[in-house]
């Protein structure tokens, strides 16, 4: 049973990335009247990077390439432990939340250093922001455990997700929670509102200019890994509705995930469609609101079970 | 005993010798092979206490009025004393280096190292002295030599006013500790510590919960909590680098290490203690983690991650005084466990970026992170060793960092069954805890990419290269240590777990030692994780150089994006001040950003600049409050008429009245 879950998350944390960013910018396309491009686009786009040769600013440091394969993988690493199909997790232990969360810190670190490395005065700027916003994105997703934690008084990842559906506050917290991944996702994988992966003025970018200099297997990697970090969240969102338990009905529980994260890249191709992205200044702001939904949870989560 | 008696002799007599008139190089010598002796008296004694023997103890009589001295060596002395005393010599071993250009000139370098024997001698007495007297001795020595070795370069107007400063603050923290061993005192009649924690234990209650605070205030003052800290960021920018890292890194967690001792003496805290140490860590965590974003001397920010990091630390202790006050063994072993090893760990990767930026500043001659770039070529060593003691600092994995701060965050999240608020509540710190990861992450960025990578910004400094063999060497130690204690931390823990077992003794429940084994499975884990990340990333890059190799696409090089511009130049890059400015506008009522510009004007502008630098808001509140107190004393001083006889008439009426009225009030009168 547990291999299979486990080769089945295996299957879904490698091909996601690529079916995902395909439907979000399908769903684009459908809004904007266009035929847009194919579903598995990004994966022949991967395919032909991988076989450039690098091109590498004359500035860098053998970290900057270096840097590409560690944003990779960790955010594999962080894959591992992160529950997709409901309670279940291929490497799963106390508290191994801490473990996902400052997995994906590194590779923000190797990404922003990888943007410094090559002494250009756009890719600082991304560097910079993507390091303001994630120190607001941080403590969001540590509120948002604490609430589920405190509802299930679990401790692994795996289990204060998935068996939330299970105490009575989940009907009261299922919203703010899934609000504050929502605007988690939009942050750490740079989509609209907060980042728009599709701007070409170096002044307005986050993600994007940070990989402005990578070419080749390492901007592959780089965009493979992005792609990665929207499949997390979203597979975090799909865990936390999905009222299947995936060590008893294996097949619903994995259909049902599968189904919600398509979902919620949908749900994140419209937004794409229908809103401009935020000003800067306005960034953080948004972002807060993650921490604030979190916030609201665990109050609900406290009043209740002190009976009020 | 006598080995460590016979330590500190040999400390007092390699001090002493290298006073004598000899060449410097000779005194230098004298002080690492006396402290190399001693290093080695010290571990035969403390190591065998450390691994599961029994505490070591010692009298010796001395003149009435302190009676007999009493040491006791257990196995939280043990612990600091395992690490403090080599990391003082490698500190001493980087200052060969870092001095060597006063080694031919008339400056007398014994002075130098003999404060360094003394700064060893000091942590003997710290953590052995059982008597109130030996233990204020001892601290009182470190201080001293903390103070006149930060001043070395005294020439110097700032570095002066920098030891000043320190000498000031730390002396308000020794009046603090005074006063509540003069109130053990009152209630004990003893000069003995463990009197003093077995009355603590016994009489909880008002005088006992003043006598906390007043410790408390002391050692935060001692480890630089905020808001204890505004004599920091000074004295850690003035001091040669290995005397800020031995400071940073080594001596002012003397404060944490009695703030601990202190605890465990003490028996079972109340809850409300547990709370206010994370209070108060928390916020020390939180502001100075925000100061580290501004900084633009690198060695400030140092200092304030010091701040950020004892925080962390105090938050440990705190989940262990909640686990003491509801007898729960688990918080008790994380939140000490953690604790104590975030202390090693911190020793560890601390005092490595001090000896970096010293390596920097050595070939450079400035540390405005502004003003440098470019260094990671000309400097490869220094730049490796600065970003991992970086990544080690923000906490994250592969490297040491991680493994304590993921103990403090299972204490925080825990899986007990306590009281939902209380949950939250910790929940709420550990979100804290996760917000001071990512801006440490942030400056740490900040620092390495601004100093370390793109084109240097300066062309009128001095050329970069590698620093001496003397310096590297330390800097090395401690990246090591970084790294093992990372992929290891169960070594860490080894020398953590006999300190956190005291504490266990204090919990009632049979089962405590079972969590210390489940603590070292968890790091175990931890250590398996950090590991096996570092093996993977190491098999992917050497697949991705072999198929580069195979498929001959070996990278070319060309000029870095400039948006289609054609002369970019190093003045261009991103600087640190606009790498922060977005951050620290949101926090601008915390740091103080000052902000001197002259905009262009006129046709042809000639001069125009923008200077901006994030002040310590306390410390500008501090004397703020200083010279406003002056101002009124002197207004006051004004209206009083000196000859007015009706002045000292009713001041001695006023004197009077108060002893009357103290003799009035004593309990026993007069003996």
Redesign the interface.
């Known amino acids: 049973m547990n291999t299979l879950l486990t080769l089945t998350h295996g299957v879904l944390v490698l091909a996601l990335p690529i079916v995902l960013v395909g439907l979000v910018n399908r769903t684009k396309s459908w809004w904007a009247g266009r035929k847009g491009p194919r579903l598995l686009q990004s994966a022949s786009d991967l395919r032909r990077l991988l076989g450039?040769?690098?091109?590498?600013?004359?500035?860098a440091?053998p970290?900057f390439?270096?840097s590409a394969?560690?944003v990779?993988?960790?955010g594999l690493?962080a894959a591992s432990m992160v529950p997709m199909l409901g309670q279940f997790a291929p490497v799963q232990?106390?508290?191994d939340f801490?473990?996902v969360?400052?997995?994906l810190?590194?590779a923000?670190?190797a990404l922003?250093?990888s943007?410094?490395?090559?002494?250009?005065?756009?890719?600082?700027?991304g560097?910079?922001?993507e390091?303001?916003f994630?120190?607001y994105?941080?403590?969001?997703?540590?509120?948002l455990?604490?609430?589920a934690?405190?509802a299930t008084?679990?401790?692994s990842f795996a289990d204060l997700i998935g068996h939330l559906h299970s105490t009575p506050y989940f009907p009261v917290i299922v919203l703010p929670l899934v609000l504050a991944l929502l605007i988690l996702l939009q942050t750490e994988a740079a989509r609209v509102p907060v980042d728009d992966p599709l701007t070409h003025l170096?002044l307005t970018m986050i993600h994007e200019v940070m990989i402005?200099?990578h070419s080749?297997?390492e901007l592959a990697a780089m965009q493979y890994a992005a792609a990665l970090k929207m499949t997390l969240y979203a597979g975090l969102i799909a865990a936390l509705i999905n009222p299947m338990n995936p060590l008893a009905s294996p097949v619903a529980a994995i259909l049902v995930s599968l189904g919600l994260m398509l979902l919620v890249a949908l749900v994140v191709g419209c937004i794409e469609s229908l809103t401009a992205r935020l000003p800067m200044r306005w960034v953080?702001r948004y972002v807060l609101i993650g921490?604030g939904a979190a916030l609201v949870s665990?109050?609900a989560?406290?009043l209740g079970?002190?009976g009020l | 005993m006598n080995k460590l008696i016979e330590a500190v002799l040999v400390l007092m007599l390699g001090g002493a010798l290298a006073l004598l008139p000899a060449r410097n190089i000779v005194r230098a010598g004298t002080g690492l092979v006396s402290q190399m002796i001693a290093l080695a008296l010290v571990w035969s004694v403390a190591l065998p206490v450390l691994f599961g023997g029994p505490d070591v103890t010692g009298d010796m009589p001395w003149a009435y009025p302190m009676g007999s001295l009493h040491f006791r060596l257990d196995a939280l002395g043990a612990f600091f004393l395992s690490w403090s005393l080599p990391m003082t010599l490698l500190g001493s071993v980087y200052a060969m280096g870092y001095m060597r250009k006063y080694f031919d000139s008339p400056r007398h370098i014994g002075v130098h190292f003999g404060l360094l024997n003394m700064i060893s001698l000091s942590f003997i007495l710290v953590y052995v002295g059982e008597h109130a007297v030996t233990f204020l001795l001892g601290w009182e020595i470190a201080a001293l030599s903390a103070w006149l070795l930060v001043i070395w370069d005294y020439p110097n107007q700032k570095v002066r006013f920098a030891g000043f400063n320190y000498l000031v603050s730390t002396h308000v923290g020794l009046i603090f500790l005074v006063a509540a061993v003069m109130i053990l005192y009152t209630n004990t009649q003893s000069w003995f510590l463990d009197d003093y924690g077995d009355w603590m234990s016994q009489n909880p209650g008002t005088v006992r919960n003043v006598v906390f605070l007043l410790l408390v205030t002391s050692f935060g003052l001692k480890s630089a909590f905020f808001p204890f800290h505004s004599w920091l960021p000074r004295a850690h920018a003035a001091a040669p680098a290995h005397v800020s890292a031995l400071m940073s890194g080594v001596i002012h967690k003397a404060g944490l290490y009695a703030l601990v001792h202190f605890l465990l003496i003490s028996g079972k805290p109340d809850e409300w203690m547990g709370w206010f140490l994370i209070a108060f860590s928390v916020t020390s965590a939180v502001v100075g983690g925000l100061y580290t974003v501004g900084q633009r001397d690198l060695k400030r920010l140092l200092g304030y991650s010091s701040t950020e990091n004892v925080g962390i630390a105090g938050i440990g202790f705190g989940v262990g005084c909640l686990g003491l006050s509801w007898d729960m063994p688990s918080l008790v072993a994380l939140g000490f466990g953690g604790g104590l090893l975030h202390v090693l760990n911190h020793a560890f990767f601390k005092c490595q970026l001090f000896y970096a930026a010293g390596c920097v500043y050595q070939i450079k001659h400035v540390i405005d992170i502004e003003r440098l770039g470019g260094l990671f070529k000309l400097m490869p060593v220094t730049a490796v060793c600065f970003i991992i003691g970086g990544v080690a600092i923000s906490a994250l994995p592969p490297f040491n960092g991680f493994a304590s701060e993921f103990l403090i965050y299972s204490g925080l999240f825990t899986g007990e069954s306590i009281n939902i608020w209380a949950k939250l509540t910790l929940a709420l710190t550990a979100a804290a805890l996760a917000f001071v990861g990512a801006v440490s992450a942030l400056s740490i960025t900040r620092a390495f990419g601004v100093i370390f990578l793109g084109n240097a910004r300066d062309n009128s400094l001095p050329e970069a290269h590698e620093a001496s063999r003397w310096m590297l060497i330390p800097m090395v130690v401690h990246t090591i240590g970084t790294v093992v204690l990372g992929v290891a931390p169960t070594l860490g823990f080894a020398l953590v777990a006999a300190p956190t077992a005291l504490f266990l003794h204090l919990t009632p429940d049979a089962v405590a030692f079972d969590t210390l084994r489940s603590v070292t499975g968890t790091l175990v884990r931890i250590g398996a994780i950090s590991a096996g990340l570092v093996a993977v990333l190491v098999v992917v890059l050497a697949l991705v150089w072999l198929r580069a190799r195979l498929k001959r696409q070996m990278p070319t090089r060309n000029a870095t994006w400039g948006c289609g511009y054609g002369a970019p130049n190093a003045r261009m890059q991103y600087t640190g001040a606009s790498f922060s400015a977005d951050f620290a506008d949101r926090f601008k009522n915390i740091m103080l950003m000052l902000k001197r510009q002259k905009a262009p004007a006129g046709y042809f502008p000639r001069d125009s600049y923008v200077i901006t630098d994030c002040v310590d808001a306390v410390e500008r509140r501090l004397f703020a409050v200083i010279n406003h107190g002056d101002e009124s004393a002197t207004d006051l001083s004004k209206k009083l008429h000196e000859d007015d006889p009706r002045l000292a008439f009713s001041a001695g009426l006023a004197a009077i009245v108060a002893i009357g009225a103290l003799v009035l009030l004593a309990e026993g009168g007069l003996p």
């Open positions: 450039k040769r690098p091109v590498i600013s004359t500035v440091s970290l390439r270096m394969y560690v990779l993988v960790c690493a232990f106390s508290h801490i473990v969360a400052y997995t810190g590194l923000r670190i922003m250093i943007a410094m490395d090559v002494g250009s005065a756009f890719e600082g700027m560097a910079a922001r390091a303001s994630s120190t994105a941080e403590p969001a997703l540590f509120l455990i604490g609430a934690g405190a008084g679990m401790t170096e402005l200099d080749g297997p953080t921490s665990m109050v989560v406290g079970a002190s």
